[in-house]
């Protein structure tokens, strides 16, 4: 597994040198991704790729991270946006039985979902 | 017929009410793979989700069968809604029945080509960023795209959550409009869904096959110059032949400048892109889908699981989604694109002050070549520079066929107000 040094699950940063500084990835050079970047994505999205997937998404990365560059252009838009929350009485309903719940986990136990070993 | 054009996945029927009355009793639906059927796997074009069988069904198939119609099968579909061709299924792209050299467009391919291949009265796709109306224009039939909240999206399996809709395909404006009727309304499991007696300024008694009465005698219809700039210079023509038509009828044009559009279809593949990468995280292989054969802990578990589940375009907006959302891209990315949508909406409404529709081509190219976009994601992202700005705007659209170009269909799509599908289906139904 192409393994970066941190893979905490927290997307604190995207890759070796990018520090998640604004100023630094409003520049264009600091933008544009290369292979360990994009491996150090895939690893924080649990994605694991073979080299020639992580060759083939470097340059159209680049690609396409360029193109969305023009919203750089888009002003700030006030966003009045009509959203409420949707309430309901919290009460009991009828939902999925424990049976068809666990119908299409791959293992099951006892009534529990069977996940792979943590360590 | 099917395996002609692969337009299903899954061939199985679930019997409609047959005391049911009204226009869908009896008529035939496919319904997109994305699209829960209990019983019935569904697996959203990917071998992830290969043999998933959901154990409810959504509310819009219920819907569908209560009113009589008999689900016949499920259909074909790019991977998670995810292509604008359906060639990123894991089963095979489908072919166009007007041309099977050629793709049906997507993401709802198969919903629409087995409509225009007749293996299906009505169909139901979904639509994220133009997946019902692009698959409509390509293969010469009409497809809806309902304004967001009007139709349950109980039972759709989630891409991008605010941007998508649940819409129907079927041959001439009437039917999908019936079919419309039928599937939309509030639904209790589906707090997006809106009562319409609750929203200011619409009539809750909505009648959209009613509607379908090609009078648009003093209607103002708005065509943006944005829409047709950079299309293919064929469907311009066979556009704005069909308006010209609907102006012959009494209909009144009027240019219109909506510069947001500009940047729809980058906000479109920020956002949908962010959203997908959350709303698949699900899919780990422990509740349901393929679990990896793996030695490893959970997350490399996770991660082999995800390898062998998901195809190259699912990944390529997973792992763009990871980063358009990761600390020091966040507001460069997301929050641009989320200022660019509330631009798109407001552009839009200000736009309904002087109009009553907008109408520009649905695709502004023509269907391609099977394989011809297939090594290049950047160029389909940017064949859905028509569709994308009105899931931005939550608006209701339809795509009706304008005419042919060198033999090819093409669609001239129509927009209206939040809420004025009777307006849209009523114009559509004039071009007919």
Redesign the interface.
């Known amino acids: ?1 192409s393994d970066t040094s941190d ?1 905490t ?1 927290d ?4 890759g070796d040198g ?5 100023a ?3 520049d264009s050079d600091a ?1 544009a ?1 290369d292979a360990d ?2 491996r150090h ?10 080299d020639d ?1 992580v060759d ?2 470097t340059d ?2 680049a ?3 360029e ?2 560059e ?12 009509e959203l409420v929350n ?1 309430m ?1 009485p919290d009460e009991v309903r009828d939902g ?1 039985s424990q049976e ?2 666990l ?5 099951t136990e006892d009534g529990f ?7 | 017929m099917s395996t002609d054009y692969n337009a299903f996945i899954t061939e199985e029927t679930i019997d409609g009410d047959a005391d049911a009355e009204g226009p869908l009793a009896g008529a035939t639906v496919a319904v997109k793979d994305n699209i829960s059927t209990e019983g019935i796997r569904t697996t959203c074009g990917s071998e992830m989700l290969a ?3 959901p ?2 069904s959504a509310t819009v198939v219920d819907r569908l069968t209560d009113a009589g119609a008999t689900i016949v099968g499920k259909a074909n579909m790019d991977e998670f809604g995810m292509g604008t061709t359906t060639e990123t299924s894991a089963f095979g792209a489908t072919k166009n029945p007007v041309d099977p050299e050629r793709v049906p467009g997507g993401s709802s391919g198969g919903s629409a080509a087995a409509v225009a291949a007749g293996e299906a009265d009505v169909a139901l796709g979904s639509d994220t960023g133009g997946s019902v109306r692009c698959p409509a224009a390509f293969c010469g039939v009409v497809g809806i795209k309902p304004t967001y909240g009007l139709v349950s999206r109980y039972g759709l399996v989630a891409y991008a959550n605010s941007l998508e809709q649940i819409g129907p395909i079927a041959g001439t404006v009437e039917e999908a409009a019936a079919a419309l009727d039928v599937i939309a309304g509030p639904d ?1 499991h589906d ?2 869904t809106r009562d319409l007696a609750e929203v200011d300024g619409v009539d809750d008694d909505q009648n959209y096959a009613a509607a379908a009465d090609a009078d648009v005698d003093g209607l103002t219809i708005g065509v943006p110059t944005e829409l047709f700039e950079g299309a293919d210079e064929r469907v311009v023509e066979t556009v704005e032949a069909a308006i010209d038509d609907l102006e012959a009828q009494g209909a009144e044009t009027t240019e219109i400048s909506l510069p ?1 559009v ?2 729809a279809v ?2 479109y ?2 956002i949908a892109m962010a959203e997908a ?1 959350s709303n698949l ?1 699900r899919f ?8 990896a054969d ?1 030695d ?9 699981t ?2 062998a589940g ?1 195809g ?1 375009e699912v ?2 907006r ?3 989604g ?8 966040h ?3 997301y929050q ?5 949508r ?2 798109v909406r ?1 552009d839009f409404e200000d736009a309904f002050a002087d109009v009553d529709v907008i109408a520009s081509p649905t695709m502004p190219v023509l269907p391609f070549a099977l394989g011809e976009s297939l090594d290049d ?2 160029r389909m ?1 940017l064949a859905d520079a028509n569709t994308t700005p009105v899931n931005l705007a939550n608006l209701p659209a339809i795509s009706v066929p304008a005419g042919e170009a060198d033999g090819l269909p093409v669609g001239l799509q129509i927009v209206g107000p939040k809420f004025g599908e009777e307006t849209v289906i009523r114009a559509a139904s004039a071009v007919e």
């Open positions: 597994m893979s699950g997307a604190g940063e995207t990018r520090d998640g500084d604004s630094a990835a409003a933008a991704v970047a994009v994505v895939a690893d924080l999205a649990r994605v694991r790729l073979d997937e083939a998404f159209q990365f690609e396409i991270l193109y969305f023009a919203l750089d252009e888009v002003p700030e838009t006030e966003r009045n946006e949707v309901r999925l068809e719940a119908s299409n986990a791959a293992e979902f069977v996940g792979p070993k943590v360590s | 043999d998933y069988v154990p409810y209790p707090g997006t947001s500009e940047h980058q906000a593949y920020v990468s995280a780990d292989g422990v509740r349901y889908g393929d679990r793996s490893g802990n959970w997350n490399e578990s996770f991660a082999e995800r390898e998901f190259s990944k390529r997973i792992l763009l990871t980063y358009a959302l990761s600390a020091g891209y507001d460069k990315y641009k694109a989320q200022d660019a509330a631009w407001q994601p950047l992202y």
